[in-house]
């Protein structure tokens, strides 16, 4: 079963930075497609940003130019980097994880989320 474990979330002024990291295990990461969303209270889950496991990225519009994701394969590790943060970023953040199995389709995992709290 593959697990993730987030951490890096806390409290944090306007225009601060913020890094997340989400490590995964009993999963052949470099095979994985990656993400982070963000949920805050009273609203929809949404993708933040995500990284397929050719490296490619892609980003919602609202954190385009401060938030950037990337892989480590070697520690089966993804990252979120926050930048700028706004107050209305606050939220809190799931790692993502689809586990490619052939014609059987995907799997699918969660983390169990990390509060990321800006302050203005």
């Known amino acids: 079963q593959v697990q993730l474990v987030e951490s890096g979330g806390g409290l944090v002024q306007a225009g601060g930075s913020l890094r997340l990291s989400c490590v995964a295990s009993?999963?052949?990461?470099?095979?994985?497609?990656l993400a982070w969303y963000r949920q805050a209270p009273g609203k929809q889950r949404e993708l933040v940003a995500s990284?397929?496991?050719?490296?490619?990225?892609e980003y919602v519009d609202s954190v385009k130019g401060r938030f950037t994701i990337s892989r480590d394969n070697a520690k089966d590790t993804v990252h979120l980097q926050m930048n700028m943060l706004k107050p209305e970023d606050t939220a809190a953040y799931f790692c993502?994880?689809?586990?490619?199995?052939?014609?059987?389709?995907?799997?699918?995992?969660w983390g169990q989320g990390t509060q990321v709290t800006v302050s203005s």
């Open positions: 993502f994880l689809k586990e490619p199995q052939g014609r059987f389709g995907d799997l699918e995992y």
């Open positions: 009993e999963t052949l990461f470099e095979r994985d497609d």
């Open positions: 990284i397929s496991r050719s490296f490619s990225t």
